[in-house]
């Protein structure tokens, strides 16, 4: 079992930044950024160690304004998030797994966090 605990959501204004935060209770090599908006599916944000090729993912629609960092030896994954939208309101939930792991199937993922709201307002 992996527990994994998010803080640093918040209301802020478009072009606004907010930092996310997740501390999860031990090492696994997929863990990624989630979000939900009310109505909407669970979709893929930005994480690391996917099996995609590639260590680190990122949706097309936050490419260049939000920036993962991940800290292997507090397990901990940080996500900064600039240039805020309104779209980007939503529950966002840290997730972690063994690969092969892939942003497109989130009903795949073993591990999730309770999610912290980020509310971005025109």
């Known amino acids: 079992q992996v527990q994994l605990v998010e803080s640093g959501g918040g209301s802020v204004q478009a072009g606004g930044s907010l930092r996310l935060s997740c501390v999860a209770s031990?090492?696994?090599?997929?863990i990624g950024w989630f979000r939900q908006a009310p109505g909407a599916e669970r979709e893929g944000v930005a994480g690391?160690?996917?099996?995609?090729?590639?260590?680190?993912y990122y949706a097309d629609s936050v490419k260049g304004r939000f920036t993962i960092s991940r800290d292997v030896g507090k397990n901990t994954l940080t996500l900064q998030m600039n240039s805020l939208k309104p779209e980007d309101t939503a529950m966002y939930y840290c997730?972690?797994?063994?690969?092969?792991?892939?942003?497109?199937?989130?009903?795949?993922?073993?591990?999730w966090g309770q999610g912290t709201h980020v509310t971005v307002s025109s």
């Open positions: 690391s160690g996917y099996v995609r090729g590639v260590t680190t």
């Open positions: 997730a972690a797994d063994t690969p092969p792991c892939t942003a497109e199937r989130p009903s795949e993922w073993r591990y």
């Open positions: 031990k090492y696994t090599t997929c």
